[in-house]
């Protein structure tokens, strides 16, 4: 029956949501994943490396805007982040074709 169909997504998405305090939790370890990527020294990373963490802070970026409310400060500081590894991946002569946008 289609009720039954809206119940369960409806059931499914309740349990997707986090509590304020579970919220902070996830971005408290977030902010560490983000605070090791960080303090990189770009121009040193081998290529394989800055490809995987720039992928990371696009995990860290999806995962954030999934949130209801994003918090825009954190969201902000993860393009930070994104923007710096792109310009090296430019330096290097890599495409970029995957923008992130603050909110």
């Known amino acids: 029956m289609a009720c039954c169909g809206k119940r369960r997504a409806a059931q499914r998405a309740a349990r997707a949501r986090l509590t304020e305090s579970q919220q902070k939790l996830v971005e408290v370890q977030q902010m560490r ?5 960080k303090n990189k020294q770009l121009s040193t990373l081998p290529q394989k490396l800055l490809i995987e963490y720039h992928r990371k802070t ?18 902000n500081k993860i393009v930070d982040t994104h923007d710096q590894y792109v310009n090296e991946m430019l330096k290097r002569g890599m495409n970029h074709n995957t923008p992130l946008k603050k909110i």
Do not use: D, Q, T
């Open 33 to 37: 994943s983000l605070k090791l990527l």
């Open 58 to 75: 696009h995990m860290l970026y999806s995962g954030a805007m999934k949130r209801n409310p994003p918090n825009k400060k954190w969201i």
